[in-house]
């Protein structure tokens, strides 16, 4: 069964740039939550997708969005780039909405503002 | 804002011995999942302990969870090299996953 894959590894935006992140989950998995890491803020909840429909935001400003298509792949955006986004964006996907059981996480994106 | 925090933030150990880290919490839960991360990539689930449960293994892991303390524990017996990462507590917080600050594990061959 293929895993979680983020697309793409490694991205270099300028500030003020949009820039969009995709994900695919696992075959069968419904639910897609993103994450942001960075070393000052450890790994921050950014929202979670289940079956099209946002169930859950996290504490980030409107720049940040996402969705998802009727084949649970994931995409979120974040517009006006600012240094500050600059971070590892994770992606994971489970089974059952919410965090009942465990998430599988992709490799992540690795996002460079400058 | 952060529902877990893991305990020591570092450890370095030598290959063979165990290492112990521990999570504390805030609130009430549903249950408490372990996940390790290798320097820069994504996180892999460990275990799952639900709130009814004490105490689960999984090969050389073991997790406590002792929820009149609000706190839980990994233990990684024979430690090897290949062992070395973060490793992070996560917790449920109005539906959602919210992770630890995460104890950073050296073992040195």
């Known amino acids: 069964k293929a895993g979680v894959t983020q697309t793409p590894r490694y991205l270099i935006k300028t500030r003020g740039q949009q820039v969009t992140l995709s994900c695919s989950p696992i075959s069968g998995h419904r639910s897609v939550s993103w994450y942001q890491q960075t070393p000052g803020q450890g790994l921050q909840f950014l929202f979670e997708y289940f079956s099209e429909t946002q169930r859950n935001k996290g504490n980030f400003p409107g720049r940040f969005s996402g969705r998802q298509f009727s084949n649970s792949r994931s995409e979120m955006n974040v517009s006006t780039l600012e240094l500050g986004d600059s971070a590892l964006y994770l992606c994971?996907?489970?089974?059952?909405?919410?965090?009942?059981?465990?998430?599988?996480f992709g490799q992540g994106t690795r996002l460079t503002v400058v | 804002s952060q529902q877990g925090e893991e305990d020591p933030q570092a450890l370095s150990i030598q290959e063979g011995e165990n290492a112990t880290m521990n999570c504390s919490y805030k609130t009430s839960i549903n249950n408490l999942q372990w996940y390790r991360q290798n320097s820069g990539r994504g996180l892999v689930h460990l275990i799952l302990i639900r709130s009814n449960e004490r105490e689960k293994h999984s090969g050389r892991l073991r997790v406590t969870l002792d929820t009149s303390k609000k706190s839980s524990s990994l233990l990684i017996t024979a430690s090897r090299a290949a062992d070395t990462a973060s490793y992070f507590c996560a917790t449920v917080l109005t539906n959602k996953l919210i992770f630890g600050t995460g104890t950073l594990l050296a073992v040195q061959p």
């Open positions: 994971a996907s489970s089974l059952e909405a919410g965090p009942r059981t465990e998430a599988f």
